[in-house]
């Protein structure tokens, strides 16, 4: 009983400790590892070499495949960039393995670890934000430690009464045979997965394993047979976690589950070799450490099997899961929410394509073009309402001054919009009063900002990750950005001067008998509508653009 609930408190400590230490380095990392996901995932080798570097420095696989489902969903990577993180974050994820054979199992820390679990928990409650992250991450780190002699101890005693020759013998081994070999490889693979399963976590089970390992309670093939089912169990959470999210989610858990699988399969097919191989370097090299090396080669492997083939794979897992989701609604993820910054990014992208195509549409009526343009306006009005609704539902505040600065430019950029949509529906802009067109001047004005902001919505929609990501608010953009937005700027500022003037000139002649009073009214309406449309289509795409805070003048 005493071996039993060392055991299970051992692994408690080692998953508590795994939690806490993860939260803390993420916490730590902040905003920085959305930055660096999508700065590194210009290509899939790229984003497999960065993903396995940031997992293994965050000691957590799923905070970078969430980043990752945010970052795909919100437009910012392609699905086979994210699929160059999400591999390389199985890579990074074998770290822990390296942890536990090279220090976990070999020293007894648990006196020093108690203390850092006192200087880390005193931090958190103390200190400052970035302090109180660090010593979140050293407690957990602590923990961990502790943890790892605890189950130790609890091995040791379950070696007393379990020998290798309990268990299954696998290929490979001494005087095994195939067809009795492959049935206890299976049966240990089944093993493997059962416990990572249950324990919801590979690295508390792979730690379980080099344990019994150290402990003698496993033979060397044993527990490379326990690792193969162990990585396969991690699919497990995954595929529980994609259950009501979004296609993107779904999409990139099958993903991680087929790469496992695949991973698996190379891993079975090759074992007795690996097997053979494994243990002729065991009289050089400690076991635990060939473990911790077979599990990093095992998924090093898979990947380099399957990074070649991304797009070939990225078609597969498209056509098992296909899309019925709109453009609107692939963009605005929920996943997205769980991240301020993708969450802003989402909507921004969103909020310039309405801007686009409404100015299209609207610059189009007013040239004189077909179909009006109030029908284009309802189904903006719908775009920008979800805009709104998503945003309700973030569920943390942005981190850095610059992220909040940028939700408040895009909430302006969603405000005026929504303004600029709310004057489209009201109509009058391919009929106008009888007798009475708009001056020419002004339509020619608003049709210029219309078709700035045009330019500027739809160079928004087509920005890179890299730009999109690690440029801060009042950023550098093109010359053609720039000039567009000085365009509507100009055109917006002209007609302002032009509509007032227009109201005293077109009240005046109501006296002479040059116009009714109604058709002066009719027409001073529609002036102001114009004048309404070019001001938010140009406030509108200033802030897209992190522009506008400086010069909001009403």
Known sequence: MSTAIAILGGVGLFLLGMTVMTDGLKDLAGSALRTVLSKAAATPLSGAFWGAVVTLLVQSSSAVTMTTIGLVSAGLLTFPQGLGLVFGANVGTTGT???????????????????????????????????????????????????????????????????????????????????????????????????TAVLQSSTAAIAVTISAFYAGAVSLEQGAALIIGQNIGTATSSALAAIGAGVTAKRLALAYVLFKVIAALIAIIAFPFTAALMSRFSASVDGMTLLAAYHTAYNVVGVAVLLPATQWFTRVVERLLPSDQTALQRALDPSTLASPVIAVETARRVVADVLATIATSVSAALSGGVGPAAKASAAAAAALEEVRDFLSELKEPPETE?????????????????????????????????????????????????????????????????????????????????????????????????????????????????????????????????????????????????????????
């Open 402 to 554: 610059d992220e909040r600065l940028r939700m408040t430019s895009t909430l302006h950029a969603l405000d005026h919009a929504s303004r600029l949509v709310e004057v489209v529906a009201e109509g009058g802009l391919t009929g106008q009063p009888a007798g009475f067109p708009h001056d020419s001047r002004d339509v020619e004005l608003c049709v210029q900002a219309l078709r700035a902001a045009q330019v500027i919505g739809g160079s928004i929609t087509s920005e890179s990750a890299l730009s999109a990501q690690a440029a801060p608010i009042g950023w550098s953009i093109s010359s053609e950005v720039v000039a567009a937005l000085a365009e509507a700027k100009g055109a917006a500022w002209e007609l302002d001067a032009l509509q007032r003037d227009h109201r005293a000139a077109t009240l005046a002649s109501v006296a002479p008998g040059k116009l009714t009073v109604v058709d002066a009214f009719a027409r001073i309406d529609a002036s102001r509508r114009l004048d309404r449309i070019a001001h938010h289509a140009w406030r509108s795409a200033a802030h897209l653009l992190g522009r506008g805070a400086d010069e909001e003048l009403r």
């Open 97 to 195: 393995g390296w942890l536990v054979a090279l220090i976990g199992v070999r020293v007894s820390l648990s006196a020093y670890a108690l203390p850092m679990i006192f200087v880390g928990a005193l931090a958190k409650l103390l200190a400052g934000r970035r302090m109180a992250a660090a010593g979140g991450a050293l407690a957990g780190f602590a923990l961990v430690l502790y943890g790892l002699t605890t189950l130790q101890q609890g091995m040791g005693g379950l070696a007393e009464s379990l020998h290798p020759s309990d268990l299954p013998a696998t290929l490979g081994a001494p005087g095994v045979g195939w067809v009795a070999g492959s049935v206890g490889l299976i049966i240990l693979i089944v093993v493997g997965l059962a416990m």
